[in-house]
């Protein structure tokens, strides 16, 4: 049940969309009741209208949106569809309704209200709770003012009582919901027998005559659609790399001292002290007292050093490490002053050094352990310094190549060729690029098939194909411009020819409809020998079945290897007598399915409220619409017939 409902959430998705008020036309109601003189109309509402002007805005206004939230490339041709022109349209039609409606009947939102929403909004909200700072941040950040946000969201607010009523009151019957849970619990134990393509290869043969009647009929299909060879010159991190020198002795032992922590960990030293303490501001006897007392002590550790734990337990007076017995752990070579660094890493492991003074008073160090300097030597590092220090003076240099590169490129319209001598960039060649992608290099004449090439993925980028297919490259051969598909990947455009759609002839298509031949009939065959066994099957179920799988069972919610449409076909068939058939016929086998049982949906508690909360909004929203479809036509909607060359222009803007 959850996995069925989870399948069609795209149908929620749908209702809901044509609900959704673009964010663009959302200026408020005061907004809508002046309109501009002398701009054709396309729709008719009432005394006002929808003019070419506002929908040509409204349309830029989607494509930019789905510019910058298309990670991967924007391509035009997907956003800019009759369909999704026809669904703008129509949301703006719904949305000019609804302020109509609003106005008339005098619809607002108090004070309080408004307050309640926007602090209810997610995006002005820190832990769960609104936050007036992260609000005027975000709104800020939207170059929008809080009066002018304020005012757009009042007018929704006011909006929003036209449906609300109607979407939130929406429920669904008792009855229907306990049908429709039984409907997507509702099993059938079945067993299959395939019969596979694959099975009936070696039986078939394919002869010229008949390859040429399946040309004769179906070349229309085998198409290869209107393609473009391009030049193209590619600025990334290698090409970089390649236009800088090679760095000098000096540079490399340069940048190997100021990344040396890197290459090298410093010598480091486990340590003991006794700290005899000396207030900031002692007087020159309380100095010398203290001095006094540290060298007794360094003696008499000096003299048995195995005691200086002991001794450091009840001399020292740093309270932190005295209970250890002095105990400072490992210290690294440059953390401390170079004073007391210089005295512990000169001594040898288990000495003890003299009185040594430091910032709070006199120390007598023990050197437990040492280790020393390691790590790798400025020659065992030297090639791999190499590689980062080409690699940072190719990135520094990185925006010069591709500010000079654009520049080439436009005073050089014609040819890409001039920006490749000057940059010292390779000219590459690259041919079979559609609009909708890159041919397969079986289609494409000569050994620069763009889909062979190490930057196929590059070249197959929507942006890429959008361009060089740009009324500029592909009539007129000039340079598509330069192009940033990432932070470190530019390339610059040029068709260098063109090859109009066409059906290729027979002799080039041959062999592979040799094998296009063979599967469809060995397809037929396991169709017809499928089917042959389903007829006796039918007539006679009592006869010996074998070949079939172990019973399995399928459901709504649990489809099995089956596609949606296989398991309707399954659940549709008469179980009044059991065992039943039923074939059904895939793109490479056909399956012989046997329904052994009829399982019956099961009605619970919570599948009951699982479904309620689910079905309930798509409900509201279906009555929604069907609200929305009577204001229409109180309202006077009429769409004109310049509506229908803004869907679908006979030529693109």
């Given amino acids: ?68 939230n298309s990670p991967d490339g924007f391509d035009i041709e997907r956003y800019d569809t009759p369909a999704i ?29 408004l307050r309640e929403s926007i602090a209810a909004t997610p995006a002005f909200q820190e832990n769960g709770v609104f936050s007036p700072k992260l609000y005027e941040e975000r709104l800020r950040g939207a170059g929008i003012e809080a009066r002018t946000y304020e005012q757009s969201e009042r007018a929704q607010l006011a909006l929003a009582r036209v449906l609300e009523p109607v979407v939130g009151t929406a429920h669904i019957l008792p009855s229907v919901v306990g049908q429709l849970e039984r409907a997507l619990t509702e099993a059938r134990q079945i067993r299959v027998k395939q019969f596979s393509q694959a099975d009936y290869l070696e039986q078939v043969d394919v002869t010229d005559a008949e390859l040429q009647e399946w040309y004769d009929k179906n070349k229309q299909s085998l198409e290869i659609p209107e393609q473009v060879t391009a030049e ?22 340069h940048y190997y001292e100021q990344n040396k922590s890197r290459f ?105 352990e040492t280790e020393p300097e390691r790590g790798q030597s400025f020659e065992q590092a030297k090639t791999q310094i190499e590689q980062e220090l080409r690699t940072q003076m190719a990135a520094e240099s990185f925006a010069e190549i591709a500010t000079v590169l654009t520049d080439l490129v436009y005073e050089n319209e014609d040819s890409l060729q001039p920006a490749a001598q000057t940059l010292g960039l390779p000219l590459h060649v690259a041919a079979g690029i559609t609009r909708q992608g890159l041919l397969d290099a079986s289609q494409v004449q000569g050994d620069n098939a763009a889909a062979s090439s190490p930057y196929w993925v590059t070249l197959n980028d929507s942006r890429v194909r959008q361009s060089l297919f740009a009324p500029i490259s592909l009539k007129d051969r000039k340079n598509s411009g ?145 609200v929305l479809q009577v204001l229409r036509q109180e309202q006077g909607v009429k769409i004109l017939p310049a509506a229908a060359e803004e869907i679908n222009p006979t030529s693109q803007d």
């Fill in 264 to 368: 090298v960990l410093p010598a480091r030293a486990h340590i003991s002290h006794i700290l005899v303490a000396l207030t900031a501001g002692a007087s020159d006897s309380e100095r010398e007292q203290a001095h006094a007392k540290a060298k007794q002590i360094a003696t008499a550790a000096q003299a048995d050093n195995a005691n200086f734990a002991e001794l450091a337990k009840t001399q020292s007076e740093d309270a932190g490490s005295a209970s250890q017995g002095g105990d400072l752990g490992w210290i690294v070579y440059g953390s401390w002053p170079a004073a007391l660094q210089n005295a512990v890493f000169s001594l040898p492991t288990g000495a003890v050094s003299d009185v040594i003074e430091g910032p709070s008073g006199f120390h007598i160090f023990k050197v437990l």
């Fill in 1 to 68: 049940m959850f996995e069925f409902i989870r399948r069609h959430q795209r149908l929620m998705l749908l209702v809901l969309l044509v609900l959704i008020l673009p964010s663009f036309v959302l200026i408020g109601v005061s907004g809508y009741t002046n309109f501009a003189t002398g701009d054709k109309e396309i729709v008719q509402i009432g005394d006002s209208g929808i003019t070419v002007q506002e929908f040509d805005q409204a349309r830029r206004a989607q494509l930019e949106e789905a510019q910058r």
């Fill in 482 to 626: 330069v192009l940033e598909l990432s932070p470190d990947t530019i390339i610059a455009l040029r068709v260098a020819d063109v090859i109009p759609a066409y059906v290729p002839e027979f002799a080039q298509v041959k062999d592979s409809l040799v094998e296009r031949l063979r599967h469809e009939k060995a397809l037929a065959l396991a169709v017809a020998e499928g089917e042959a066994e389903l007829k006796r099957l039918q007539a006679d179920n009592t006869l010996e079945r074998v070949g079939f799988t172990p019973a399995e069972q399928v459901s709504r919610s649990d489809f099995g290897v089956f596609t949606e449409a296989d398991l309707n076909t399954i659940m549709a068939v008469d179980t009044q007598t059991l065992p039943t058939y039923v074939g059904i016929q895939g793109a490479d086998q056909y399956r012989l399915v046997e329904v052994l049982e009829d399982i019956p949906g099961t009605v619970s508690p919570q599948g009951e409220q699982f479904i309620a909360a689910r079905m309930s909004p798509l409900l509201g929203n279906s009555e929604a619409q069907a």
């Fill in 232 to 253: 193209f010159l590619l600025l990334d991190e290698a090409a970089a790399t390649a236009s800088v020198g090679t760095p000098d002795e000096a540079q490399l032992q």
């Fill in 85 to 113: 022109r026809q669904q703008l349209l129509d949301n703006m039609i719904d949305q000019r309704v609804l302020i109509n409606v609003a106005t008339q009947e005098r619809f607002s939102a108090s004070d309080a209200v």
